[in-house]
């Protein structure tokens, strides 16, 4: 049965995870490209000085990317079980109905995982060419929040998508944006380390939120609007 | 045990009641068709007996457990074909067989592959790209592959043109009648139900209207013409008519009573009539008799 549910989740994703793959690229190397620049044809030293010192970001392109990868994947999963409401075949099937929707929460979170981790290999790979192990783990703290909000952003898209009625998708909406934007706050590098793990589990907890929604849809909550 | 029972069932959609103590019993073995007017409560049954909707009060068992909980054993047993035929779309028809075979542990390909050869399709055909009618077929043979003790099909016959109704209904008559499959069906097209179901329950706005054979039904509720000879006199409501139509001087009158008694109610209440016959019914004709036209 999992193996059966992976297989349709992978279907609703793939050309997804595909177009995230390919986009993250394409950012990373543009990145990268930018700070070959900077180093070998403008001014060495003082690239070094804006990055160490001013605490610069060589990395800022990539600060939504991470967030649209989470709505992306969340929308590809949810939109097609939402179209004509055929969740219902889903929480028909022969397993129950909050473990269908964590299997398909928990292969959705492992791709995005996956992708999110070959960006940061990416990341390490190519920062490692440029800078000590010190600035890169610098940048690792600063971005970090920006993979930690786009796995809130994949679970809570996936909360307001299966919601039965319009009213509350736009009040989730309104909170996901408020809560999923304090992880974008300061570019200022490293200002969340002392509380990334704070952010880390609010991310966590935000996995298991979508089973409020699959609630209100078995209980028809869709019916009474 | 039945393979659906509902108990008092009572539901509200907000003050508005759709039923109050609904009850009715689907055997097993049997093909029930539930016929109403649209607004009469059929998506409501259906969506309870599936757990997409907590009735305000009351239950529905299906084989003995409450519709809002079922285990995925008995989950397995039910094969639900929603209204409009929807199904995974994004997928293609070898994907979707993929797909289920991997959920249920009867699952038998040969019905499924036997109704698509019917088709003008390849197995990598989108079903997001099908006919209604093909849709229609992929719904069926899925269900049918799933081999479920009982099938659940909601208006089955929406967006279907006669050719692949007929195909519908007589495959699926032939399959639950050799397998001893329980079918509770719903459709907005009766006259398809007369060829499928053993049993038929009608529902109007917050009430059943009628539960029992379908071949009893046809021989005990009747339908009689009547000419009056006073155009301008007002047929009498009487409680021996479940539903009185008049156009001028032509009456139908539709209940359960003998043509001997509706003679001896028109004499008795000096009604003056130029002729009255009974008029054979098709099933559709009877719904409409017994629900009126509005």
């Known amino acids: 049965m999992h193996k059966a549910i992976f297989y349709k989740e992978w279907l609703k994703i793939r050309w997804a995870v595909g177009l995230f793959l390919l986009l993250g690229l394409i950012v990373l190397v543009n990145i990268f490209l930018n700070v070959r620049y900077g180093v070998r044809f403008m001014d060495a030293h003082d690239y070094w000085y804006r990055i160490i010192i001013q605490g610069a970001n060589y990395a800022a392109s990539l600060k939504y990317i991470p967030l649209l990868v989470g709505l992306g994947l969340g929308v590809a999963q949810y939109f097609p079980e939402i179209v004509n409401q055929r969740i219902k075949l889903t929480f028909h099937l022969p397993i129950q109905e909050n473990k269908v929707l964590l299997i398909q929460q928990g292969f959705g979170l492992c791709c995005l995982l996956l992708v999110y981790a070959l960006y940061i290999l990416i990341f390490v790979m190519g920062s490692s060419y440029f800078f000590p192990a010190e600035v890169i783990q610098m940048q690792l703290q600063t971005i970090l929040p920006w993979f930690l909000g786009g796995l809130a952003a994949y679970s809570l898209t996936g909360l307001i998508m299966l919601e039965p009625l319009w009213i509350y998708r736009v009040l989730y909406t309104i909170i996901a944006y408020g809560f999923v934007s304090q992880y974008f706050l300061q570019a200022v590098p490293m200002a969340y380390s002392r509380v990334l793990w704070v952010f880390a589990l609010l991310s966590l907890v935000t996995v298991i939120v979508v089973l409020f929604s699959g609630y209100r849809f078995r209980k028809g909550e869709m019916h009474h609007g | ?294």
């Not at chain 2, 139908?252 to 028109?266: D, I, M, N, P």
Request: a negative charge; hydrophobic letters at 35%.
């Open chain 2, 1 to 294: 045990m039945y393979a659906i029972e509902c108990n008092n069932l009572t539901h509200y959609y907000g003050s508005k009641l759709v039923y109050e103590d609904l009850n009715f019993k689907v055997e097993e073995g049997k093909i029930l068709g539930l016929l109403g007017k649209n607004g009469a409560g059929k998506s409501t049954t259906i969506n309870i007996m599936n757990g997409f909707l907590h009735p305000t009060s009351g239950e529905c068992l299906i084989y003995g457990e409450d519709s809002q909980h079922l285990t995925p054993a008995t989950k397995e047993k039910i094969g639900f074909l929603i209204e409009g035929h929807i199904q995974y779309s994004f997928m293609n028809v070898h994907q979707i067989e993929k797909f289920y075979s991997g959920c249920y542990r009867r699952w038998d390909s040969k019905p499924y592959w036997e109704l698509l050869s019917k088709l003008k399709v390849t197995p990598t055909q989108k079903i997001s790209r099908m006919s209604c009618g093909q849709r229609s077929q992929v719904a069926l043979g899925l269900i049918l592959a799933q081999d479920p003790q009982l099938l659940v099909l909601d208006d089955f016959s929406m967006g279907l043109d006669p050719g692949y109704r007929r195909l519908f209904i007589d495959y699926l008559r032939e399959y639950a009648k050799a397998n001893n499959k329980t079918v509770f069906v719903t459709s907005h097209i009766i006259q398809d139900m007369e060829r499928l179901i053993d049993d038929v329950l009608i529902m109007d706005y917050n009430r059943i209207l009628a539960q029992q054979p379908v071949s009893e039904f046809m021989n005990k509720f009747r339908q009689f013409d009547i000419v009056l000879e006073n155009p301008d006199l007002e047929f009498p409501q009487t409680d021996m008519a479940v539903n009185i139509e008049q156009i001028l001087d032509k009456v139908s009158f539709y209940g359960y009573a003998t043509l001997e008694e509706v003679k001896g109610y028109l004499s008795r209440s000096g009604i003056g009539y130029k002729s009255i016959r009974e008029q054979e019914m098709s099933l559709e004709d009877a719904f409409i008799g017994l629900t009126g036209k509005y």
